[in-house]
């Protein structure tokens, strides 16, 4: 059983900086009054945070931090299960999320999310939605167990029978079901694939005997072939060589005819500087009378006399020049041809190469087949043999992998079974039900609510009236619904004392007063409550504080005082007609 006993928070919604603290368990019954934005109830959205890291009602997480502090938003929740006493403290600015037990901090999970799983699964044993149908009913964000859909009722259902190991334990058989899956395609692969190269390996041993022979004379054949190409590439060499040979003795003249075209081209510009110069001297004679160095007249004979010497020199010259210019032509022709000649030696040389590469292809090709039917001839049958022998072994081994496989894949097919939502959940919810609706309809009765009310196995509700005419929950009236939202939660209630699994002291209802209950419908409410306050702590948020006042142990109302909600204790009553004289309003931890 969970037992709660203190809740506080600061800095939370309106809340200021001086905290708010609220003992659990210490009356029956408590009357939380104050006008609407008070923060009255504030108490459900700081216990479903401090518990579950989320308020009740629709509010983002940055919006619950006091918007004029600003920081330091925190809230704690101290509870009791069994011998050990735990406090659950979870802060906003700075992030804070703390578990205590007996007064030491529990070891935090690096993930944030797995510290809440733990806290959930290991430590209250319930979630959100769980808690917010066993402990809370509330007017704006609560949804009914009515409206929930039918995974998340049979969620609710498993939480309050504890049997949601067998949940825990469908989700781990699915995960080794599918590692069974992978292992099995793996041992059925393997095994298929020993057996395929099995096959080759047999195929390939009876090739080898069927075809040795005629895989010998075919190599023989490809050898002679290739010795064939050999003899037929080493004359064409040799031929080619004797074309080279004699080119290469024509072309030794080439450096002798280079040499003489040098010479001449040597001695042809000497004999053009010597018409230039004899051209100059002539220019000369023909251009002055009087000689420059000297400043005398030229003589009109020696002039002319010069002038017909150096006419003379300049045809002489321009003769030699066009002999040899037939010489440099005749040299140069010789030197085109011999050209040629090297041109062709290279050609010849490039073919000599290219066969010599074509010989010593044929040649290593001789070799890998004479290699080849080396490995033939004496290759390792016995080695063969026993590679079949050893894939069959690793065939059988895989094999009988695979048939334990199946066999665990028949167990893990029973245990499914078993544990999905028609197996034996189903079971134990059947075994339940009646109860169940026996104690639904029992409160439908308190409340003056005649009707039989049935849940299936399904979570499905089958409504009669006395005329047994049947309705369906959301053809009741609000105020019918809220009674049958009411029957249920008692239900659930009383099904979780009686496994101990979801089992609470705390019991809180969110303007259930102010919203569909007619007066007939109030004072029966009442009435039931009044038989749960023995063993439960009952808080009730409503507006209706000057009719509730002398129906509970103690009145709390909130107030809004410069925008932050204070708590003032306004007096014990006797819950029978009356209470004592309300204390002074002002702060109080109560």
């Known amino acids: 059983m969970i037992h709660f006993n203190r809740v506080s928070w600061k800095n939370f919604l309106s809340t200021g900086n001086h905290p708010i603290e609220i003992f659990l368990d210490h009356r029956p019954t408590t009357l939380i009054v104050g006008p609407n934005g008070s923060g009255k109830s504030t108490i459900l959205d700081a216990l479903t945070f401090g518990l579950f890291g989320k308020p009740f009602r629709k509010i983002h997480k940055p919006q619950l931090s006091n918007t004029i502090n600003q920081r330091d938003c925190r809230v704690e929740v101290d509870f009791t299960i069994g011998t050990k006493e735990y406090k659950i403290v979870r802060g906003i600015k700075p992030n804070l999320f703390e578990i205590y037990c007996n007064?030491?901090?529990?070891?935090?999970?690096?993930?944030?999310?797995?510290?809440?799983?733990?806290?959930?699964?290991?430590?209250?044993?319930?979630?959100f939605r769980s808690f917010s149908q066993i402990v809370i009913l509330g007017s704006s964000s609560f949804i009914p167990f009515m409206q929930l859909p039918p995974n998340h009722r049979r969620e609710v259902i498993e939480d309050l029978l504890d049997i949601q190991i067998f949940s825990v334990m469908n989700g781990l058989l699915k995960e080794k079901f599918a590692t069974l899956r992978d292992d099995l395609q793996e041992a059925e692969y393997q095994t298929k694939l020993l057996g395929e190269q099995i096959t080759m390996q047999t195929q390939y041993l009876q090739s080898i005997k069927d075809n040795l022979e005629a895989k010998l004379l075919e190599n023989q054949h490809t050898i002679s072939e290739n010795e064939n190409l050999i003899t037929i590439y080493q004359g064409e060499i040799g031929q080619i060589n004797t074309e080279v040979n004699a080119l290469l003795t024509t072309a030794k003249s080439y450096e002798k005819w280079k040499t003489r075209q040098q010479q001449l081209l040597e001695y042809e510009g000497k004999l053009k500087s010597n018409v230039k110069r004899n051209q100059k001297q002539l220019q000369f004679l023909d251009e002055n009378d009087d000689c420059p160095a000297c400043e005398q007249p030229i003589d009109g004979t020696f002039k002319e006399k010069m002038s017909e010497k150096r006419e003379s020199k300049i045809r002489e010259l321009n003769k030699g020049l066009t002999e040899l210019g037939r010489k440099l032509d005749t040299t140069f022709g010789h030197l085109q041809e011999l050209e040629q000649i090297t041109e062709e030696i290279q050609t010849n040389k490039s073919k000599i190469l290219e066969k010599q590469t074509s010989v010593q292809a044929c040649t290593e090709y001789i070799k890998k087949i004479q290699n080849e039917n080396y490995?033939?001839?004496?290759q390792n049958k016995k080695g063969d043999a026993k590679k079949i022998e050893e894939l069959s072994v690793e065939k059988e081994t895989?094999?009988?992998?695979?048939?334990?496989?199946?066999e665990d894949r028949q167990y893990y097919e029973i245990a499914k079974a078993v544990l999905q939502d028609t197996g034996i959940k189903t079971k134990i919810i059947r075994q339940y039900l009646p109860v169940m609706n026996k104690l639904i309809n029992k409160y439908l009765t308190s409340m003056d609510f005649f009707v039989n009310f049935t849940l299936d196995e399904n979570f499905t509700e089958t409504i009669k009236s006395r005329h047994r005419d049947e309705f369906s929950y959301a053809s009741f009236s609000e105020g019918e619904k809220m009674r049958i939202d009411l029957s249920l939660l008692f239900t659930w209630r009383a099904i979780a004392k009686l496994k101990n699994s979801a089992n609470t002291n705390l019991l809180v209802l969110d303007e259930v007063f102010d919203s569909s209950l007619d007066v007939a419908g109030t004072d029966e409410f009442l009435k039931l409550l009044q038989s749960f306050a023995k063993d439960t702590n009952i808080f009730v948020i409503s507006h209706k504080g000057d009719v509730l006042f002398d129906k509970f142990h103690t009145v709390l109302k909130f107030e809004k005082i410069k925008n932050f909600t204070q708590l003032s204790f306004l007096g014990l009553g006797d819950a029978k007609g009356g209470y004592s004289e309300p204390m002074k309003d002002g702060m109080l931890n109560v």
Request: hydrophobic share 25%; no cysteine; net charge neutral.
């Open 103 to 127: 007064g030491t901090k529990l070891n935090q999970d690096p993930k944030m999310r797995d510290y809440q799983k733990d806290l959930e699964q290991q430590i209250l044993k319930l979630n």
């Open 375 to 378: 490995t033939l001839e004496h």
């Open 398 to 406: 895989s094999e009988m992998k695979k048939d334990d496989l199946k």
